[in-house]
T-cell receptor
Framework: EAGVAQSPRYKIIEKRQSVAFWCNPISGHATLYWYQQILGQGPKLLIQFQNNGVVDDSQLPKDRFSAERLKGVDSTLKIQPAKLEDSAVYLC?????????????FGPGTRLLVL | GENVEQHPSTLSVQEGDSAVIKCTYSDSASNYFPWYKQELGKRPQLIIDIRSNVGEKKDQRIAVTLNKTAKHFSLHITETQPEDSAVYFCAAPRGSARQLTFGSGTQLTVLP
């Protein structure tokens, strides 16, 4: 089974610029998550999708971050404008439920550096 | 919401010794506790998980224990090997919801 794909793997931008990240989940996974992982910390949930609908975006800084999953498969996360503190790894995960147990599978992440 | 605390933040052990990482959670409705291993520059990978209806689960050299009354769960790695060196994260869902709250991570170093 192919894993979660993300691109780009690395991105360097200057503050106040815009950036977009792309995620392709594992085929058939209805649930997709975006996490922000700052160096030395655990992943922090930004947004959860179920098919093409948002389940939880309570921790998404909506003044600058946006995300969509229009067709219920691929998803994009955008930051506009970026701040220095947005430097982090952005992880996408998708999940399946088997035997009543959900397992999240992570992509390789996009490492963002804001200068 | 869920609050997950993880200790220690760093742990060094000699090869062959055991390592124990502990986490506490706040939401008594949480029912599923996964552990992820993240090697440097790589994605977090699920290594073991436990549901709230059992107290212990083992998979070869890895075991997880759960104390629902005290709201804490622990990862035990026996006969550690250098390839066990990584950052380990515990996580807990927000009650019956599926969003995971992660601990702050433990950097495990296994010294040869």
């Amino acid at each position: 089974e192919a894993g979660v794909a993300q691109s780009p793997r690395y991105k360097i931008i200057e503050k106040r610029q815009s950036v977009a990240f792309w995620c392709n989940p594992i085929s058939g996974h209805a649930t997709l998550y975006w996490y922000q992982q700052i160096l030395g910390q655990g992943p922090k949930l930004l947004i959860q999708f179920q098919n093409n609908g948002v389940v939880d975006d309570s921790q998404l800084p909506k003044d600058r971050f946006s995300a969509e999953r229009l067709k219920g498969v691929d998803s994009t996360l955008k930051i506009q404008p970026a701040k220095l503190e947005d430097s982090a790894v952005y992880l996408c995960a998708s999940s399946s439920v088997q035997g009543g147990r959900e397992t999240q599978y992570f992509g390789p992440g996009t490492r963002l550096l804001v200068l | 919401g869920e609050n997950v605390e993880q200790h220690p933040s760093t742990l060094s052990v000699q090869e062959g010794d055991s390592a124990v990482i502990k986490c506490t959670y706040s939401d008594s409705a949480s029912n599923y506790f996964p552990w992820y291993k993240q090697e440097l520059g790589k994605r977090p990978q699920l290594i073991i998980d436990i549901r709230s209806n059992v107290g212990e689960k083992k998979d070869q050299r890895i075991a997880v224990t759960l104390n629902k009354t005290a709201k804490h769960f622990s990862l035990h790695i026996t006969e550690t090997q250098p390839e066990d060196s990584a950052v380990y994260f515990c996580a807990a869902p927000r009650g019956s919801a599926r969003q995971l709250t992660f601990g702050s991570g433990t950097q495990l170093t296994v010294l040869p």
